[in-house]
Each structure stands twice: as structure tokens, then as C-alpha cells.
């Protein structure tokens, strides 16, 4: 028996030979390689290995066909040592199947790094921040389930090199998930289950004497860990302002705090702008995407501070603005057939009420914090709506005048206006009587000559706490 045929143990496989010549040569078929030479290609089988040659450089009787890699026909070096078919000496030499995709050409998967996000019935590894991108990876449900992923978490891997045509690259290999193993995260409580409570932690915000913003903000609105706070805020009265200062005073004063910066439908120079002045993360979808980004990257950003409250971390997320995010739900959201004044539908509603909803200090550990801007006085019965719907869910109001900023008096707040709910558990005893003949004493002026005053006070001490100082000292003369 000719080995190289190898009997029952090879069958012989045949491939036309237009596929594999040159074109003019036409036999009848060539011999290639087949499944079960794939299989003993470790023992040596007889269809693969070299040829015997002669003193002569003939080849043995072994083989009766010529050695397509003998002389006159020699292999390209990237090819040596690959298995190949056998085409006769006087063709030359032509790429075959197997030399196209070599058996032992395992391309190692990729490192990657994405946060989880659930689209529909099917789930993908978010790779460029927050929004969709043609390099996510595709994520089973088999993986969600074995690893206890959920929306939001930060995952690292492996992804494959050669996605399915049309899809994403899938993942391979899951290494860490926010961090930790895959074993500790899926022993993680779940946020839902943790017991909220009031604020009790505060958050300062002041940080230099001559910056006012946040002096004025923390007396009129004192925030803690867990605080759901509005900017209630007609145009141009200073809101972008306000929140990039309450964003640099976080960073500053509170560092273990994990901070987050959430722009939907906002202009790109504003996004730069934050970018470049916050030292935090920020997650933004720009008004010339469609609506369905701007709620994907508010839902998504969302999801990722709840995953960090599980972990026991401090988040404070700054939003801008809640107004916005309505219009977008309201333009994506399946309607529920009833539609309120201003055209919204009421299932717009429901969506960024949960969103607000989210944040809460956690009696087990960790908060979420979300400052919130609302528009209001912008001509829009929507927009009002809006406003009027979410005015109850906050339990800290900081409210801007336009008449304020239009006469260059900033920051414009309304401080008869403004206030917390419960701020007696973020204020010691002392501050709290101070800021009540605080109070007592602005609420007799309006709102232009209370702001004046406050502003002339605060510019000629060195801080708050002196400032209370003197004017508890005034307050016992």
C-alpha cells in the first residue's frame, strides 16, 4: 500500500485544483491533507511529513507524486515549516488552504477594559466611556450569570481578536469585576436592599476665602453624604458656574469621594470646558446625538455610582441638567396614551424620577450624592412640567435669580429661597442658631439688598466660621 495514502487510517480528500494553481494547469485533482492527518499531526503522520530524497535528490518510492517544495520550487520562509499540500515540481508555488489558515495560528486575545451595559435581551462592555462604540465587546448570558455581572460594573478581560462578521468581539476571559474577583462580587449586597437614611455627614464646600460661590453655598444650602439636591435655575443665571465650583470644592475637601459629572444635551464647549476645570469623571452625551444617547449615558452613569455604593464608597454625582433628560424621555419612551400640558407624555416622567430617586445615605455604608439642575423660566410649559414634577423629590433646593445675575451680582442666589430639609443633622448646635438669625435677618430685605449684604459680609472675613463667630458675637451684643 503507497503510504503516503495511508490506507483506511488517511482517506484520501481531494480539492479541485482551480483553487490551488495557477491558472493553465489543470489536473485532474490534488491531495491535501484531511481531518484525521489533522488529528495525528503530532505522531507523525505520513501525509505531512517531508519526503525522502536520494543522493541523486530523487525522490523514494515512498511517495510517487513530486515534492512541490523540492528543488525548483522552493517554500517561501514565512511558510517553513507549516503543513501543506502537494502540488506537482512544475507548478510553482501557490498559497494552499491550510497554508492560508494554519492550524497553529492561535492569536492571543486582547486586554480590555469597559463598564457593563444591558441593550434589549443582549448585553455589551461599554470600551469608550459611556456611550456606544464599534470596539464593545459582547458579553453572554451565560457570563452575566456565572459571574453575578450586573449594569454598571467595571469588568476586565480578555476579548477575542476575530469577531463574527456583523457582531461584537466576544469576551473570552473575565479577570476583575470593579476591582475585585468575580468570587467577592458576587457575594456583594445588592443596592436595592440597603437601608437609606438621612443625611448626616456633611460636605463642605468652602474652600478659599476669596472664592464666594461656595461660601454662599454652604451657608444657604449645607449638603451631606446622601443629599438629593436641585440648582433650580432660569437661563443665564449662572448655573454652569455654580456646578463647576461645587464640583473643584468636592475634589478638594472631600477626596474619598468618588465624583462623577453627568451632561446630557449639553454644547461640546461646555463638555471641554468641564473636562478641562474638573477633576472628576465625566460622562456626556452632546446635543447633536440623539435622545436615545442622552438617556443611555444618564441610566449607564447612574448604574455605575450604584455599583460603587455596594462596594461601601462615597459617590456624588453632578447632573446637568434633569430638565433635558425629561425632554429626551419624553421624545423615546413607549407612550402610555396619556399626554399632560406642554406635550409630555406622563411615561417620561417615571424614568428620570428614578434616576433622582437613587440617591440616599446608606445606613450599611457608602452614599450617593446627586446634584441636580432644573431649568425653569424658559418659556416652555414642558419644562415646567418638568420642574414641578421632581420640586418635591429633592430634599435640598438651591435656587438662582435671573434679575440677580442680569445686574452682574454672582453667584445669584435667591438665599430667602434656598435651604435643606433636615439640616439640623449636618450643623452643630452653634451653627445652627447663627444661621438662623442669619435668616431671621435677610428675610426683612429683598432678595437684591439680602444678597448685597451677604456678599459685603462674607468678603471681609477670613471664612465662615469666622463670620459666624461675628455674627453670634452681634447677635448676644
Known amino acids: 500500500m503507497d503510504p503516503d495514502a495511508g490506507g483506511s487510517r488517511h482517506p484520501r480528500s481531494t480539492l479541485p485544483a482551480r483553487r490551488l494553481t495557477r491558472v493553465g494547469f489543470r489536473p485532474a485533482a490534488v491531495t491535501r491533507p484531511t481531518a484525521a492527518c489533522h488529528r495525528t499531526l503530532g505522531r507523525g503522520c505520513p501525509r505531512l511529513r517531508p519526503p525522502v530524497h536520494s543522493a541523486s535528490g530523487a525522490s523514494t518510492s515512498a511517495s510517487k507524486r513530486h515534492d512541490p517544495l523540492g528543488p525548483g520550487n522552493p517554500s517561501p520562509p514565512h511558510t517553513s515549516g507549516e503543513p501543506t499540500a502537494r502540488l506537482p515540481a512544475s507548478v510553482p508555488w501557490r498559497r494552499t488552504l491550510l497554508e492560508r489558515h494554519p492550524m497553529n495560528d492561535t492569536s492571543a486575545p486582547l486586554p480590555v477594559s469597559g463598564i457593563v451595559d444591558t441593550v434589549d435581551d443582549h448585553a455589551l462592555l461599554r470600551v469608550d466611556g459611556y456611550l456606544p462604540s464599534a470596539a464593545d465587546a459582547h458579553l453572554t448570558a451565560g457570563q452575566l450569570r456565572r459571574y453575578g455581572l450586573r449594569r454598571g460594573d467595571l469588568v476586565t478581560g480578555a476579548v477575542a481578536t476575530t469577531p463574527h462578521k456583523g457582531r461584537h468581539a466576544p469576551l473570552v476571559r473575565v479577570d476583575t469585576v470593579n476591582g475585585t474577583t468575580p468570587e467577592q462580587a458576587r457575594r456583594r449586597p445588592d443596592f436595592h436592599r440597603l437601608t437609606p437614611i438621612h443625611p448626616h455627614e456633611r460636605l463642605r464646600l468652602e474652600t478659599e476665602p476669596h472664592l464666594l460661590t461656595t461660601r454662599v453655598v454652604d451657608l444657604v444650602m449645607p449638603i451631606g453624604k446622601g443629599q438629593r439636591a436641585l440648582i433650580v435655575s432660569p437661563p443665564k443665571a449662572g448655573k454652569t458656574m455654580v456646578l463647576q465650583a461645587v464640583a473643584n470644592a468636592i475634589t478638594r475637601n472631600n477626596p474619598e469621594c468618588h465624583l462623577m459629572v453627568v451632561l446630557v444635551d449639553e454644547r461640546p464647549e461646555e463638555v471641554t470646558d468641564f473636562s478641562r476645570s474638573v477633576k472628576g469623571e465625566i460622562a456626556a452625551a452632546t446635543f447633536d446625538r440623539p435622545p436615545q444617547d442622552h438617556t443611555a449615558v444618564a441610566e449607564l452613569a447612574i448604574e455605575r455610582a450604584k455599583r460603587l455604593v455596594e462596594l461601601g464608597q462615597d459617590v456624588v454625582v453632578l447632573l446637568d441638567s434633569l430638565t433635558r433628560l425629561g425632554r429626551a424621555y419624553n421624545l ?59 420640586k418635591s423629590t429633592g430634599n435640598a433646593e438651591l435656587k438662582l435669580d435671573r434679575t440677580l445675575a442680569d445686574r452682574r451680582t454672582f453667584p445669584a442666589v435667591d438665599v430667602r429661597a434656598s435651604g435643606t430639609r433636615r439640616e439640623d443633622l449636618l450643623l452643630t448646635e452653634a451653627e445652627r442658631d447663627r444661621l438662623r438669625a442669619l435668616r431671621t435677618a435677610l428675610s426683612t430685605l429683598d432678595r437684591q439688598a439680602a444678597l448685597d449684604q451677604l456678599l459685603r459680609q462674607l468678603a471681609t472675613t477670613g471664612g465662615n466660621a469666622h463670620f459666624l463667630a461675628r455674627l453670634g458675637a452681634a447677635t448676644r451684643g
Open 332 to 390: 423615546t419612551v413607549r407612550s402610555a396614551g396619556r399626554t399632560l400640558s406642554g406635550g409630555v407624555d406622563v411615561a417620561a416622567l417615571t424614568p428620570p424620577k428614578q434616576l433622582l430617586a437613587a440617591a440616599r445615605a446608606v445606613e450599611e455604608g457608602g452614599s450617593l450624592t446627586i446634584v441636580a439642575s432644573a431649568l425653569v423660566d424658559t418659556g416652555s410649559a414642558a419644562d415646567s412640567l418638568i420642574f414641578e414634577e421632581f
